[in-house]
C-alpha cells in the first residue's frame, strides 16, 4: 500500500548530485510531492528533503539506490508520524476584496496566519503549518479572489534522538577499516 | 638573479612539485596509477593530450581503435582479464557520446574503466560551442561516478578519486571530463593516490553474526545449492569459493558473468543457470532448500518467474552492494560484504558434508540434457555444421585454455554453453546490456591484455557487422587474435524468439552479407570460409597455429536453435528441452 514518505538525504556540496537522486526516484516512476534543499547542521553537508508517495518496499529500495551514490552521506527514510514537519506558503489577496467586514481579522486569527504587508492594492499573508492547514486557508480565501499562491517543500527534523554526527562519525570508523588484504582490483 | 617566478619554481620542485600542464599532469597520474595500456580516438578537444601522448610512448602505449565505441570494449575487456582498471580516451562532442554504450556495458557487468573524455573551453560550456556536448549529464545515468574539471590544478586529485571509486566496492566505470584550456594551462603537480572518502564507504566492517547465522543454516541444510557471480572473479575469491564448496559438498551454479570463476569439470560444478543455461541447474534451483548466492544480483534472466522463483529455499546473499539485496529476491540472511572476506570466515566455521544424493539429481538431468540437447548439438552426423559443434571442437583443441570473448546472441550462448573453462576471467561477455558488437573490439582488448593467452571469439554475422571496422585496429597493431564467425545469415536469436512466439514472420532478421573472406583479406587478415564438417578440426587447428590473427567464416545450420530455454515468463523449473 501507498503512503507518504519524506526521505532525508545528507550529501556532499557537488554540482549534479540532485539529477543523480531525481534519476533514481524516475526511473522508478515516483513522483516527487515535495522537495526542499538546503544546508544542514553539519558544516559542508548538505540536505535535501523530499517527500514521495510510495509502498514501504519501494522506498527501501530507493533509499539504498541513493545511499549507493558516491557523493551520498547518509539517508533516512521516515514515514509522517516519525518527524515534524512544516511547510510555509504566502497569499496575495487583493483588498478590496476583503474589505467589507472583520473577515481579514477572523481569518488570521482563526488559522494562525501572519500579516506580512498591506497596501492599498493587496495584503500578503504568510502561514505555516502541514499541507491541509495550508490548503484549508487556500480554500477559505479562494471565493475572495487569490492573486498569488506559493508553497514551499516540506521542512522536516526528526524525532529520533541520535544525529547525523554520530552517524558521520561511525562512517569514519568504518571507512578507515581496511581487510588484511585491502584491495579487490589490482 | 632570479626572477621571482623562478625562485617559486625551484621552493615547488624543492617540495616534490612539477610544473607542467594539465595535459601531462593526467599522463602522470596514470602512469602513478600503473597504467601501461590505453584505448582510444583523437579529436579537436583531447589534442594536448594525445600531444603530450607522443613524450610517454616508451611509458603508455595507446591502442588507436577505428570507432570509440570500440575502444570503449576494448578497455573493458582489458581489465575483464587483468584485472586493472581499464583506460579509455575519447573527445568532445561525438567522441564522447560514441563511448554511451560502452560506458553503459561496463556499467551493467561492474567492470572498472576510467573513461578520459575532453570538453570545449571552459569560458564556451553552455553556449553550444562546436563538438560541446553535456557528456556529464549524459553519462550520469551508466557511471558509478563522474566529474568535470575545469582547471589543471583540480586534475590529479580527480584522477586519484576516480581511480579508487572504479576499483573499489562494487567496482565500475568512472568519467573525467577535463576541458581543453585544463588540458593547456600548467600546475603545481604532485601525486597523491586516494584511499579514503567520507561520503563512500567501500570497506565493510565484517558483520561476523550473520555469518555465523548462514553457517548454522549450511550445516542444517539437505539440499543447498551455491549461486556464483560475477562478483566471485571480482573479488579474486576463485579458490575461496573451491575450497568452501569442497569442504561443505555444496554444488555450484554459475551465472553468466559468473562462468569461469568454477572449473566447468569439477566434479560439483552444476552448470550455468538462467536462460539458455543447464537443465539441473535451473531446476532445482526450485528443489533446493537452501540458496547461497554469492557476488550476484538474481537478474531476471537468471530467476525467471520472481513469484515461481526458489520457493522452497532459504536464501543467504553475500552481496558488496547492498542495494542489490531484497531489490529482485527477498532474502533471509543478508551479508553486505565482498565474496572473498565473506567466505574466508565463513569456510572454517561450517562442517564438513557431502551431498551424494542430491547431487545425484543434478546428474541425472545433466544425463537428459546429454542425450538431448548436447548430443546431438555437438555430434550430428548429417546436416550443416552447427554452433555448438564448433564451440565444442574448439573447446577440445584448446583444452580450455583459451580466452573467450563472444558477441551477443546465439552465438554468445552457444560459447557460454560447449566450451568447458578452466581459468578464472578467461571468458568475456557482455551479461547486463547485451550489446550486439561487443565481441570484436573485447577480443583486442582481452589479446592486449594477455598476450601470452591464446584468444578466441565467437561472433554472429549481425554483431561482426556492428563493429567489422576494429578489423583495421587488427591490421595496424598486428593483434593476433583468433575470430569465428558463427554465420547462418540470420540474426539468430531474435529469429528463434520469431520462430517460438511470433508466429515464424521473419520480420528483419535475414541477412544479406558481403564476402568475409574477401573482406579479412583486404585487412591483411587470413582468413578461410569453411562448410563441411571434414574441414571443420583442420581448419581450427590451422587457425589456431597462426602466429597473427586468423578469421574463419564457419557456415552453420541456417535456422538452429539455442536450448534448454526457460521462455519469458515462465518459472526456472519449467525450462524445455524442445520446442
Keep these: 500500500m501507498k503512503q507518504e514518505f519524506t526521505i532525508s538525504l545528507f550529501t556532499e556540496d557537488h554540482i549534479g548530485i540532485l539529477g543523480q537522486i531525481t534519476i533514481i526516484l524516475t526511473r522508478r516512476q515516483i513522483n516527487i510531492d515535495s522537495l526542499t534543499a538546503s544546508e544542514s547542521a553539519v558544516k559542508g553537508v548538505h540536505l535535501l528533503t523530499i517527500v514521495v508517495k510510495t509502498t514501504s518496499e519501494m522506498i527501501q529500495k530507493v533509499a539504498r539506490q541513493m545511499e549507493k551514490l558516491v557523493d551520498v552521506l547518509k539517508v533516512f527514510t521516515h514515514s509522517s508520524d516519525q518527524i515534524i514537519y512544516q511547510e510555509i506558503a504566502l497569499f496575495k489577496i487583493s483588498t478590496n476584496s476583503l474589505m467589507s467586514g472583520n473577515i481579514i481579522d477572523h481569518v488570521v486569527r482563526a488559522h494562525h496566519a501572519r500579516i506580512l504587508e498591506v497596501s492599498p492594492e493587496y495584503i500578503i499573508l504568510e502561514k505555516t503549518g502541514n499541507k491541509t492547514e495550508i490548503t484549508d486557508l487556500l480554500s477559505q480565501l479562494e471565493p475572495y479572489g487569490v492573486l498569488q499562491f506559493a508553497r514551499s517543500g516540506r521542512v522536516a527534523v526528526t524525532k529520533q534522538v541520535k544525529e547525523l554526527n554520530s552517524y558521520l562519525k561511525e562512517m569514519d570508523e568504518a571507512n578507515r577499516y581496511k581487510p588484511e588484504e585491502m584491495q579487490v582490483v589490482n | ?579
Design chain 2, 1 to 579: 638573479m632570479k626572477t621571482e617566478k623562478e625562485i617559486k619554481n625551484t621552493i615547488m620542485k624543492v617540495n616534490g612539485y612539477e610544473h607542467i600542464s594539465g595535459a601531462e599532469a593526467l599522463l602522470k597520474c596514470l602512469i602513478e596509477e600503473g597504467v601501461d595500456t590505453i584505448f582510444g580516438y583523437p579529436g579537436g578537444a583531447i589534442m594536448p593530450i594525445y600531444d603530450k601522448l607522443m613524450d610517454y610512448e616508451s611509458n603508455l602505449l595507446h591502442i588507436l581503435t577505428r570507432h570509440e565505441q570500440g575502444a570503449a570494449h576494448a578497455a573493458q575487456a582489458y581489465s575483464m582479464v587483468t584485472g586493472k582498471p581499464g583506460i579509455c580516451f575519447a573527445t568532445s562532442g561525438p567522441g564522447a557520446t560514441n563511448l554511451v554504450t560502452g560506458i553503459a556495458n561496463a556499467f551493467l557487468d561492474s567492470v572498472p574503466v576510467v573513461f578520459i573524455t575532453a570538453q570545449v573551453i571552459s569560458g564556451s560550456i553552455g553556449t553550444d560551442a562546436f563538438q560541446e556536448t553535456d557528456i556529464i549529464g549524459v553519462s550520469m545515468p551508466v557511471t558509478k561516478w563522474n566529474c568535470q574539471v575545469k582547471r589543471p590544478q583540480d586534475i590529479p586529485d580527480t584522477i586519484a578519486k576516480a581511480f579508487y571509486i572504479a576499483k573499489s566496492g562494487r567496482p565500475g566505470p568512472v568519467l573525467i571530463d577535463i576541458t581543453k584550456d585544463a588540458q593547456i594551462e600548467k600546475l603545481d603537480f604532485k601525486y597523491i593516490k586516494c584511499d579514503y572518502l567520507r561520503s563512500y564507504n567501500p570497506n565493510i566492517i565484517l558483520h561476523t553474526k550473520a555469518i555465523e547465522s548462514a553457517a548454522i543454516m549450511i550445516n542444517h541444510a539437505e539440499r543447498p545449492l551455491i549461486l556464483a557471480g560475477h562478483g566471485v572473479l571480482l573479488s579474486r575469491a576463485e579458490n575461496e569459493l573451491k575450497t568452501f564448496a569442497e569442504k561443505t559438498g555444496i554444488p555450484v551454479a554459475s551465472t553468466l558473468l559468473g562462468l569461469s570463476a568454477f572449473p566447468s569439470d569439477h566434479r560439483l560444478f552444476a552448470g550455468m543457470l538462467g536462460m539458455h543455461g543447464n537443465y539441473g541447474a535451473n531446476i532445482l534451483t526450485n528443489e533446493a532448500d537452501l540458496i547461497i548466492a554469492i557476488g550476484m544480483r538474481f537478474d531476471d534472466r537468471v530467476t525467471g518467474n520472481l513469484k515461481k522463483y526458489a520457493k522452497n529455499a532459504a536464501i543467504i546473499h553475500i552481496e558488496i552492494d547492498e542495494a542489490e539485496i531484497n531489490k529482485n529476491v527477498q532474502v533471509d540472511i543478508e551479508i553486505n560484504n565482498d565474496a572473498k572476506e565473506v567466505l574466508r570466515y565463513l569456510t572454517p566455521i561450517v562442517k564438513e558434508k557431502s551431498y551424494e544424493k542430491w547431487i545425484r539429481e543434478f546428474r541425472i538431468y545433466d544425463k537428459t540434457e546429454y542425450e538431448k540437447v548436447i548430443k546431438p548439438e555437438t555430434k550430428p552426423e548429417s546436416g550443416n555444421l552447427k554452433m555448438g559443434e564448433v564451440v565444442n571442437k574448439v573447446s577440445e583443441l584448446t583444452k580450455g585454455e583459451a580466452i573467450i570473448v563472444t558477441d551477443v546472441g546465439q552465438n554468445q550462448m552457444y560459447a557460454a554453453r560447449y566450451y568447458k573453462y578452466s581459468i578464472p576471467n578467461s571468458f568475456v561477455t557482455s551479461g547486463g546490456m547485451g550489446t550486439m558488437g561487443f565481441g570484436l573490439p573485447a577480443a583486442i582488448g582481452a589479446k592486449i591484455g594477455c598476450p601470452d593467452k591464446q584468444v578466441v571469439t565467437f561472433l554472429g554475422d549481425g554483431g561482426f557487422q556492428m563493429t567489422i571496422q576494429e578489423l583495421g585496429t587488427i591490421l595496424q597493431y598486428k593483434i593476433p587474435v583468433k575470430i569465428i564467425i558463427l554465420d547462418n545469415n540470420f540474426l539468430g536469436m531474435v529469429r528463434q524468439w520469431q520462430d517460438m512466439f511470433f508466429d515464424k514472420r521473419y520480420a528483419s532478421t535475414a541477412l544479406v552479407n558481403p564476402d568475409f573472406v574477401a573482406i579479412a583479406k583486404g585487412f591483411s587478415i587470413p582468413a578461410k570460409k569453411v562448410s563441411k564438417r571434414e574441414e571443420l578440426h583442420d581448419s581450427i587447428i590451422e587457425m589456431l597455429g597462426a602466429k597473427g590473427p586468423y578469421l574463419l567464416d564457419i557456415v552453420v545450420e541456417k535456422e538452429g536453435n539455442v536450448f534448454p530455454m526457460i521462455e519469458p515468463g515462465s518459472s526456472v523449473s519449467e525450462i524445455r528441452l524442445t520446442y
